[in-house]
C-alpha cells in the first residue's frame, strides 16, 4: 500500500514539472516572436531567461523527489521544489509584464 504523504510530495515535485514545461513554452513563444520579426527587444528574451535559475533548481529537486523513497530526504526536498516553482513562476509572471511593457 501506497503512503498517502509520500504521494502527495511527488504531486508537488510534478506539479513543478508542469510549471517548468510551461516556462519552456513561454520561452520557446518568445524566441519565435523574435524569429517572426515581431517588436520584442531582445532585452525582452534576456528578461525572459530569468526564471530558468528558479525552475531548474525546482526540477532538479523534482527528479530527486521522485527517485528517493527515503522519508527524511523528501521531508527536506519537497518543500524546497515547492519554493523554487513558485519563484519561478513569480518571475515569469514578472518577465512576462516587463516584455509587455517594454514593447515599442
Not at 523574435?34 to 525552475?55: D, E, N
Not at 527515503?70 to 523554487?84: I, S
Amino acid at each position: 500500500m501506497r503512503d498517502p504523504a509520500v504521494e502527495l510530495r511527488r504531486v508537488v515535485g510534478k506539479f513543478a514539472l508542469l510549471l517548468a514545461f510551461v516556462y519552456v513554452l513561454a520561452l520557446v513563444a518568445g524566441v519565435t516572436a523574435l524569429f517572426k520579426g515581431t517588436s520584442m527587444a531582445v532585452l525582452g528574451l534576456v528578461i525572459l531567461l530569468l526564471p530558468a535559475a528558479a525552475f531548474g533548481v525546482s526540477v532538479r529537486d523534482a527528479v530527486r523527489l521522485h527517485r528517493t523513497s527515503d522519508p527524511a530526504r523528501m521531508k527536506v526536498l519537497w518543500p524546497r521544489c515547492a519554493l523554487w516553482a513558485g519563484v519561478g513562476s513569480g518571475l515569469l509572471i514578472v518577465a512576462v509584464v516587463v516584455v509587455d511593457r517594454v514593447r515599442p
